[in-house]
Nanobody
Framework: QVQLVESGGGLVQAGGSLRLSCAAS????????LGWYRQAPGKQRELVAL????????NYADSVKGRFTISRDDAENTVALQMNNLKPEDAAVYYC??????????????WGQGTQVTVSS
């Protein structure tokens, strides 16, 4: 019901910045929230940042607070993650995420294909 396509990953030196973007398509009016998760090798996928669709409330992992900013553009149906002061431990595959609610109130999780972020020390 929702398709997510990420862009913007790459290689950056520690202390540098990257901006990830995710374009949503499909039944986007039923998206409950949009966000970003990441998964490093050998680790579980973890929440990075989330923004709700109704009121724009944001939620960040403690490890990225003050460095990362999530934003959404409702006109373009995109969600972006501005990552500043990147650290080697931020290196991971970053996944765009959407929580989607159907007319019965059931929630579904949708994921993008992932984009690699590499941070050199």
């Amino acid at each position: 019901q929702v398709q997510l396509v990420e862009s913007g990953g790459g290689l950056v030196q520690a202390g540098g910045s990257l901006r990830l973007s995710c374009a949503a398509s499909g039944r986007i009016s039923m998206i409950n929230s949009l966000g970003w998760y990441r998964q490093a090798p050998g680790k579980q996928r973890e929440l990075v940042a989330l923004v709700t669709s109704d009121d724009g409330i944001t939620n960040y992992a403690d490890s990225v607070k003050g460095r990362f900013t999530i934003s959404r553009d409702d006109a373009e149906n995109t969600v972006a993650l501005q990552m500043n002061n990147l650290k080697p431990e931020d290196a991971a595959v970053y996944y765009c995420y959407a929580k989607w609610k159907d007319f019965g109130g059931r929630l579904y999780n949708y994921w993008g294909q992932g984009t690699q972020v590499t941070v050199s020390s």
